[in-house]
């Protein structure tokens, strides 16, 4: 073997990539998640008692999941058994179960250890059930996507969900300089260019080390001096945002939007309307969304804000990207400085409760249509005011169905233009008692 890398030019350890050869030796070197793996932390104490629980480890890429499952074992004394449930199917579990249960004979105990978990479709999720309790296997499962989404309930209620930390820049650094005692020199770049080389990785350990491999390959050439912002960039591929459109960081981003909004913070707002941009959402799913915090948080406070959400919407639709994009900007910026009510959404919710309490009773007759001689001769319509033709241009007349006591379904606070809606409604109630109707 070691005649064919030389033939290649190569050294054994060089096909294995840096993250590989610089994967710590023990918990206490991983980075960024002391919450678990310091000397307080759950997951470090279960490893001190060789005792260990089912677990999940729920995390973004490149944050430690696969290297802490390994050291877990190491350090608790269990056998290490690996699967991908990207790659294994019902013949690789049933020889794992197999082998667990064969060493739990023997007095061994084995954590197997299963990556990308909620790969596995419920089924078969299901067949770790029986392995788990009877303790045949201590299961750690390592999984990107939320838990309670991906994972069955049952599976769950048998394992501790640790949550694995986004890795910060902090720890970002340790890497690299891990990665430079390593390689017996430093990074051929400005200290700028480092920073800019962290935020790249996005707190993901492992992408960041595969950018210091390029970089010290790069160093090895004809390249003189440091390499600053803009020529690390063009020899450094930067990545897209993790972003999935229809996976948790979809839903937790459009929350962070309408929040954003609904809070009066157009700053945040248009931060996490780059956010989705960037990563590569439909414009029109934000756009639709934009209508939607029309009503739901402004409403009558500012019935412009409908109109410009909808304009945002046509205007994306007529320009498309990148242009059409600034319009949604624009409408993200109205929305978040705009009065907010909720009153037009908790009257409409409250009228469809009680419509559908009422069931299907009619609209008294005097505002009732009587198109035909019969109709008229039933009374439809008799007694009927029209309103822009009286003195204050309102009757008070009733327009509940009989027996149905009048309802307040929408109560404005007074916030921007309700605040005249508020008047409005106050005197027209006036005016109601004063005519004596209810």
């Known amino acids: 073997m070691s005649d064919l890398f030389s033939a290649a030019g190569l050294t054994p350890e060089q096909p294995r990539p840096l993250a590989d050869r610089l994967r710590p030796q023990s918990l206490a070197e991983v980075v960024g998640q002391d919450h678990l793996l310091g000397p307080e932390g759950p997951v470090r104490r279960m490893a001190a008692a060789r005792r260990l629980s ?8 490149g944050t430690g999941k696969t290297t802490i499952a390994r050291l877990l074992a190491r350090e608790a004394g269990y056998e290490f058994e690996q699967l991908s449930a990207v790659f294994s199917g019902v013949a690789d579990l049933r020889k794992a179960f197999e082998t667990a249960r064969g060493r739990r004979a023997a007095g061994r105990a084995t954590l197997l250890f299963v990556d990308e ?23 750690v499962g390592a999984t990107t996507e939320n838990p309670s989404f991906e994972l069955n309930g049952a599976l769950l209620s048998r394992c501790q969900v640790f949550v694995l930390r986004r890795l910060d820049a902090a720890a970002l650094e340790t890497l690299l300089g891990r990665a430079e005692t390593f390689a017996g020199r430093t990074l051929p770049v400005t200290p700028a260019a480092r920073e800019a080389m962290i935020a790249m990785a996005d ?78 959402e439909d414009p029109l799913f934000i756009a639709r969304r934009l209508v939607r915090m029309a009503s739901e948080d ?34 993200c910026i109205h929305l978040a400085t705009a009065p907010k009510s909720v009153a037009v959404y908790k009257g409409f919710g409250a009228a469809t409760r009680m419509a559908a309490a009422t069931g299907s009773l009619m609209p008294p007759s005097h505002i009732l249509n009587a198109p035909t001689r019969m109709m008229k001769t039933l009374g439809y319509g008799k007694g009927y005011q029209y309103d822009p033709e009286t003195e204050e241009g309102f009757s008070g007349q009733d327009y509940w169905p009989e027996g149905v006591e009048r309802q307040a379904f929408y109560a404005p606070r007074g916030e921007g233009y309700e605040a005249e809606v508020k008047a409005r409604l106050a005197q027209w109630s006036a005016l109601r008692r004063q005519k004596g109707e209810r």
Do not use: C
């Open 203 to 280: 707190g993901d350990g492992r992408y960041l080390l595969t950018l210091a491999e390029s970089l010290f390959t790069l160093a090895a050439g004809p390249a003189e001096g440091p390499l600053d912002v803009a020529t690390m960039s063009q020899v450094l591929q930067k990545r897209s945002p993790a972003y999935d459109k229809d996976r948790e960081e979809h839903y937790n981003l459009i929350s962070a939007l309408h929040k954003s909004v609904r809070g009066s913070d157009p700053d945040a707002a248009l931060y996490w309307l780059a956010r989705m941009l960037a990563g590569g």
């Open 298 to 331: 402004i409403g009558q406070a500012d019935p412009q804000a409908l109109l410009v959400a909808i304009a945002a919407k046509d205007s994306y639709d007529f320009l498309g990207s990148p242009e059409g994009e600034l319009a949604l900007a624009q409408a």
């Open 54 to 61: 089912s677990m999940i480890l729920w995390g973004p890429p």
């Open 117 to 139: 978990i909620h790969r596995f479709n419920r089924a078969q999720q299901d067949g770790f059930l029986p392995y788990v309790e009877s303790g045949d296997v201590t299961l």
